[in-house]
């Protein structure tokens, strides 16, 4: 049987897992990567640490349109895998309450393996060359780039999606899949920061607090996280934003009303609060109203709430009346932040949207569209939540397009 020449377009996470895959079958391999060196992105994932993928793997954790092509990529490329694939590479891990880092905590750790492996392997690498048009020909793919021209019997799309372009990523494969008929689902920001409307942000710009985030489109809850958020002065942030922001952006995308509630003491129900609050005033009822409340929440947003709620701050706890105290709940508890947008792709973690997962083949990353052409990770309509699982999809879709990409004509 011919050896096939495989050319992969992007060497970020799922192009260098695709590359090792595809030439450990046996495969003749071309890297291609714009940037001036590889898996620039990796570098930046976990905050420098990279969170590699996450103990608990279920298909529940990614989102996208039609999502049914998730369990039969984990199936053949799941949590144990990664952790054997990066074990075989040398790496010792470790796991933190689930989460899977490298034990040295440096991403370019992982980077590093995957780059050895990768000579180890002979793979042909062509850095700061950008594909800007990919021909299917009676021989297989001709390959352009700003550079040259390549052969190749099979290709594999793992150009990313469009965040944080500044690491490689810059939408260009979307031009390319679109050439092969391909369709997007509209690609829009996730794992991304909040704006909020209203002028009260710079007040309380800098709070990190625990809160409950619940994200309504239309009214309707569609999404909700518990974490450390952060108030930023212009909106929202932390862990509990970013895991609901892809249903904010793309309610926002499709002109709907989107707003978020924020419960700012999320370890007592309303009930609870209540009559908690009677019995502080018992014991501290002399106490004026922005001294009465701390120790329950940061001060920056005692002064908020008490502002919005026409609470004297100097006002004898004792003296608050019902009617003070349900809108005092009604703002701590069920705080409305209308959103207005999202910030760009330039500070998102991924976006949400791309290639319409029913156009590929589950079992293989093949395109239903192009014989021999294989997509792999965030070009896909598949967004995995904050803690491994982006880096999951990526490595997974990179081995089996690798592995059916590298098979005998
Ligand atoms: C700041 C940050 C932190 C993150 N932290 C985590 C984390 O801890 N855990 C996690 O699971 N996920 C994390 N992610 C998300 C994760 O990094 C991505 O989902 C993942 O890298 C996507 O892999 P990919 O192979 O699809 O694309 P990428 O890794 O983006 O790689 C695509 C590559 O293709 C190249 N390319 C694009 N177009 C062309 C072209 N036309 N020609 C040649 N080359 C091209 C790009 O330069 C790039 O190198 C983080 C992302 C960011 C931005």
Redesign the pocket.
Known sequence: MKQKHVII???????LVAAITAAREGARVTL????DRL????L???NGR???TNEYMNPDCFRGDDTEIVSAVLKQFGYQETISFFEELGVILKNRQGYIYPITDQASTILDVLCMEVSRMGINVLLE???TGIAHTSKGFLIRTNKSTQHGDAVIL???GK??PA????G??YS?VKGFGHRLSPVVPALVQLKGKGNFFKQIAGVRTNAKVTLLVEGETVSSDTGELQLTNYGISGIPVFQVSRYAAKGLYEKKKVTAEVDFLPVMSDEEFVSFLKKRIEKHGDKHAEDFLVGVFHQKLIGLLLKIARIPSNLNASEITEQQMQLFLKLAKHFIVEIEGTNDFEQA??CAGGVRTTEINSSTMESLLAKDLYL????LDID?ICG?????W?WAT?YIAGKNAAKGR
């Not at 291609?32 to 940037?35: D, G, L, R, T």
Request: charge should be neutral; charged fraction near 10%.
């Open positions: 377009v992007g060497g970020g996470a799922s192009g291609i990567e714009q940037k898996g620039k992105k990796i930046s994932t976990g990279c969170n590699l060359q950008s594909v793992a150009t990313g965040a944080a690491l490689g990523s810059d260009s494969g390319l973690q991924i792999t990770g965030e070009l995995g491994g699982y982006n880096l999951q990526a990179g």
